[in-house]
Nanobody
Framework: QVQLVESGGGLVQAGGSLRLVCAASGRTFSSYTMGWFRQAPGKERAYVAAISSSGGSTFYADSVKGRFTISRDNAKNTVYLQMNSLKPQDTAVYYC???????????????????WGQGTQVTVSS
């Protein structure tokens, strides 16, 4: 079992930056691939980024590539999402998710993750 708690969301102007933090409980954090998703009002939850269990591999949605950076600190049971050059279309609730080694779903799909946080709101004003 993994419990996830996101923080770091807020209101920022276009072009600004935010760093989201996801704190995980449990002794097996380092065995999970971690992902960030976001959900805008009236839209489905969408993949943003993922990072392998060791942190050696990272993956991004095309819409955030070059602007967002995912990272993790397994010693602190924490995963981060650094968001730069934010745009109004980045406004959404951002969710952290954990994917076990037994999950065969795509890492870009919500079905590919087993545990979810409660989300943190990011609002980018124009």
């Amino acid at each position: 079992q993994v419990q996830l708690v996101e923080s770091g969301g807020g209101l920022v102007q276009a072009g600004g930056s935010l760093r989201l933090v996801c704190a995980a409980s449990g002794r097996t954090f380092s065995s999970y691939t971690m992902g960030w998703f976001r959900q805008a009002p009236g839209k489905e939850r969408a993949y943003v980024a993922a990072i392998s269990s060791s942190g050696g591999s990272t993956f991004y949605a095309d819409s955030v590539k070059g602007r967002f950076t995912i990272s993790r600190d397994n010693a602190k049971n924490t995963v981060y999402l650094q968001m730069n050059s934010l745009k109004p279309q980045d406004t959404a609730v951002y969710y952290c998710a954990a994917r076990s080694a037994y999950n065969t779903g795509s890492y870009t799909s919500t079905l590919g993750y087993d545990y979810w946080g409660q989300g943190t709101q990011v609002t980018v004003s124009s």
